[in-house]
């Protein structure tokens, strides 16, 4: 099991930038991918970025440039560990609730584990 509390969101102009956190305990040495994924009102759940446990990232065109997840230090001892996704120039159009990830285990036995999310309003 791995727990996710997702923070740091909030009401920011447009321009202006925010940090998210993704706080994951439990089997976290497990974890093999970090996600975040947003969901705007009427519209589905996409994929915003993500990263693996080696520090490998990718980004959807719309955010990139923008949006960064800084890399982190994999617990190997189920530690609790911290993933930010670091949000500038924002724009209306990222207005949305933001889900963090986490990814247990290896492809065909993956796990998903989800956030309750966190809101982000940005104003023009």
């Known amino acids: 099991q791995v727990q996710i509390v997702e923070s740091g969101g909030g009401l920011v102009q447009a321009g202006g930038s925010l940090r998210l956190s993704c706080a994951a305990s439990?089997?976290?040495?497990?974890?093999?991918?970090i996600g975040w994924y947003r969901q705007a009102p009427g519209e589905m759940r996409e994929l915003v970025a993500k990263i693996s446990t080696g520090g490998h990232t990718d980004y959807i065109d719309p955010v990139k440039g923008r949006f960064t997840i800084p890399r982190y230090n994999a617990s190997r001892d189920n530690a609790k560990i911290t993933v930010y996704l670091q949000m500038t120039s924002l724009k209306p159009e990222d207005t949305a609730v933001y889900y963090c990830?986490?990814?247990?285990?290896?492809?065909?036995?993956?796990?998903?584990?989800w956030g309750q999310g966190t809101q982000v309003t940005v104003s023009s």
């Open positions: 990830k986490a990814v247990v285990g290896s492809w065909p036995l993956e796990v998903d584990y």
């Open positions: 439990g089997y976290t040495s497990m974890i093999n991918t």
